[in-house]
């Protein structure tokens, strides 16, 4: 099925080439299509012009133009939402290093409380309160 937006592109330029199909993106004939000629920014190319779309009328030109601006303030809200994000990130990274540093920490606290648990502590308590008798003895 042919679309409206479909152009028959056999058109040749001055050079005898065939053209190319471009978009213009002036304020006065924003997204317009013309043919052109494929050399024409190289030496050698010619300047055959021609409009292929009607011209775009003042209303959907505003509109247009209202579109581009929508979607260049949501790329450039998405370049700001990146860039938090980032941030986010390494935020998120330095307070898992700190974690890390601090589990290492309580981990070795844990390893001594382990080690002098309750019973072991009353034993070594007594040991010292029984040499002390043993010295008030004498
Ligand atoms: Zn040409």
């Known amino acids: 099925m042919e679309s409206i937006f479909e152009v028959d592109v056999a058109s040749r330029c001055h050079c005898g080439i065939r053209c190319v199909l471009k978009t213009s993106w002036t304020n006065e004939n924003l997204g317009r ?9 190289v030496a ?46 390494e935020d998120m990274k330095k307070l898992h290093n700190e974690m890390v540093g601090r589990e290492e920490k309580l981990s070795d606290i844990m390893y001594v409380a382990g080690v002098m648990n309750y019973e072991e502590m009353n034993e070594l308590l007594l040991d010292i309160l029984h040499h002390n008798d043993a010295f008030s003895d004498e």
């Not at 299509?33 to 920014?41: I, K, Q, S």
């Open 33 to 41: 299509r013309f043919l052109g000629c494929y050399n024409y920014r």
């Open 44 to 89: 050698g190319g010619c300047n055959y012009f021609k409009w292929v779309d009607h011209p775009v009328p003042p209303r959907e030109n505003e509109l247009i133009t209202t579109l581009l601006r929508r979607c260049e303030e949501s790329e450039r809200k998405r370049h700001m939402a990146e860039n938090k994000l980032q941030t986010f990130d």
